[in-house]
């Protein structure tokens, strides 16, 4: 089993950055397919990045691309989620989660372990 434990988040103004970690227990976290979601109120779960096991390869949301990037260290068990440019509506909860698939997947009903949760908000 994998607790995943999300960090970072908070309040910035538009065009500012924010970095995202989540820290995950266990010693077989290299195993896991690695994403971050995001929900806004109203809205449905959204893909927003992932990253292969071994960090190689990573994908992003179309509405992140060139914005975000996503990280991971096996050796520290964490994975990272760099936000630049950031924009009123990346204002969301941002979800670390982790999947035994062989690849990434952007629906979230294929992922096994949540973390709780980071709030950030994005002012105008």
């Known amino acids: 089993q994998v607790q995943l434990v999300e960090s970072g988040g908070g309040l910035v103004q538009a065009g500012g950055s924010l970095r995202l970690s989540c820290a995950a227990s266990?010693?077989?976290?290299?195993?896991?397919?690695m994403s971050w979601f995001r929900q806004a109120p109203g809205k449905e779960r959204e893909f927003v990045a992932g990253?292969?096991?071994?960090?190689?390869?990573?994908y992003y949301g179309d509405s992140v691309k060139g914005r975000f990037t996503i990280s991971r260290d096996n050796a520290k068990n964490t994975v990272t989620l760099q936000m630049n440019s950031l924009k009123p509506e990346d204002t969301a909860q941002y979800y670390c989660?982790?999947?035994?698939?062989?690849?990434?997947?952007?629906?979230?009903?294929?992922?096994?372990?949540w973390g709780q949760g980071t709030q950030v908000t994005v002012s105008s």
């Open positions: 990253i292969n096991r071994s960090g190689g390869d990573s």
């Open positions: 989660a982790a999947a035994r698939t062989l690849v990434v997947g952007k629906i979230d009903r294929s992922y096994d372990y």
């Open positions: 266990g010693r077989t976290f290299s195993t896991y397919i």
